[in-house]
């Protein structure tokens, strides 16, 4: 047999043997207990083989501004405060380095694939938008990098806003996002959003619901948006803390007509438990959305890392191993199939909600591989697992060995 290269004793999820991955032109050829080829072979040790991590939600172009913000608060209306006055200084090379920083710190971290929002307005003008269509172009060898056009700030009030939303489309952003939260009037900001979507026929992202009051959650009008222009499978929606603060029941319909419509959600733990809940001094609540819940419902869902370093998130490393398990403990999961369905999250079901039509291992798909220091994904998630090396379409994008203890 004719390969490029193979990937040796490795695990695959649902198979219990360890095997060999063949590639040849950027795809995989051969899988099989033993491949016998005179070819380059890269010794996996038994590690856990999977397409790699695919991060359905982050903000690159305003990570890593935490030396030019002050957290006082810790509050949603501080962070987007203190976040606008900051990037009406961006210029494309400081969103360039900051994006970097965080792209290789995911890319190091197993994830190959990225939806990241960049938000379009008279202030930040198309700054971050010109500095991220580059960074793409640049690390397009390593990550598949998808752009939001994203409004924050509100539109309704700011129409000129709308306008530069449609040409970012056809500047190099690939979907269209809103906040429906931060506008005056949330039902015409969904509405707006959805027509500029079905104009430039791209998919829709919104932010919803950030806050913990049950009452008035912009789902239904999402929901009635997506039946109404025929979007279903194309819309996603991000946060939702209102439904942690929901009766079961509640959430039981809501994620019934979210799975029906075709609505997929995205959990962002790290940002949810730093900013929710801020007025109580006791037994604070977790503010972050029973995605386990939805998931099971039929709802496509996903675990994302939202912000890095800035003050709506004054952490993260761009892990979703790290992401994954943080949202498993704050949900309380134990089961070994409730663990493998949060790692789901963090791969196979967030590239469903991305709609990533090429996502597997198997003979005939692109060689998209990261391999992680787990014998199962329900270990990869409990333990935090590191991953060791990663490829896209069978050329190798980074190597992190396993760490070595030292005998005196």
């Known amino acids: 047999m004719s390969l490029d290269m193979i990937l040796s004793n490795v695990r695959l999820l649902g198979r219990e043997e360890l095997v060999d991955l063949g590639v040849q032109n950027g795809r995989i050829a051969a ?34 501004i935490l030396d030019r ?30 994006a970097k920083r965080v792209l290789e ?23 971050s938008l010109e500095a991220i269509t580059a960074l793409r172009a640049d690390y397009s060898h ?47 900001h969904i509405s707006l959003i959805f027509e500029l979507a079905r104009k430039q026929d791209v998919d829709v992202d919104f932010h919803l619901d950030f806050d913990l009051d049950p009452s008035g959650s912009a789902i239904p009008a999402v929901l009635r948006a997506t039946e109404t222009y025929g979007y279903g499978g194309r819309v996603s929606i991000g946060h939702v803390s209102k439904l942690s603060a929901m009766a079961p029941e509640d959430v ?9 419509a075709g609505v997929a959600l995205s959990v962002l733990p790290a940002t949810d438990l730093f900013l929710m809940g801020r ?71 967030a590239a469903r909600l991305m709609r990533v039509p090429d996502y597997g291992i198997e003979i005939g798909g692109v060689a998209d591989v990261v391999l992680i220091d787990a014998p ?3 270990s990869a998630v409990r333990e935090i697992a590191p991953v060791l ?20």
């Open 69 to 98: 913000c002050a957290i006082c608060e810790g509050t949603l209306t501080e962070a987007i405060q203190q976040t606008a006055a900051a990037k009406a200084k961006f210029t494309v090379e400081d969103v360039y380095a900051r």
């Open 252 to 260: 039981q319909n809501i994620a019934r007509r979210m799975s029906d």
């Open 142 to 188: 390593a990550i598949d990098l998808e752009i939001c056009a994203f409004v924050q700030e509100g539109l309704t009030q700011e129409m000129d806003t709308f306008a530069m939303l449609d040409a970012s489309l056809n500047m190099g952003a690939t979907l269209v996002g809103g906040c429906p939260y931060a506008d005056p009037d949330p039902d015409q």
């Open 389 to 408: 090396a990663g490829w896209k379409a069978g050329k190798q994008t980074f190597e992190r060995p396993r760490a070595r203890l030292i005998k005196p």
């Open 31 to 64: 899988i099989a207990p033993f491949l016998n080829a005179e070819t380059p072979r890269w010794d996996g040790g038994g590690a856990l083989a999977f397409p790699g991590f695919v991060d359905s939600h982050v903000h690159l172009d305003k990570a890593c």
């Open 376 to 378: 199962d994904a329900a």
């Open 105 to 127: 710190k995911a890319i190091l971290q197993g994830t190959n694939r990225m939806r990241t929002f960049v938000e379009v307005d008279p202030r930040a003008g198309f700054r």
């Open 279 to 349: 007025d109580r001094t006791k037994l604070v609540p977790r503010g972050m959305a029973p995605a386990d819940v939805l998931r099971e419902q039929g709802v496509v869902t996903s675990v994302a890392t939202n912000n890095v370093l800035n003050p709506f998130t004054p952490f993260g490393d761009a892990s979703l191993s790290r992401m994954a398990n943080m949202f498993s403990n704050v949900a309380q999961l134990s089961r070994d199939s409730d663990l493998e369905a949060a790692f789901a999250m963090v791969t196979s079901d």
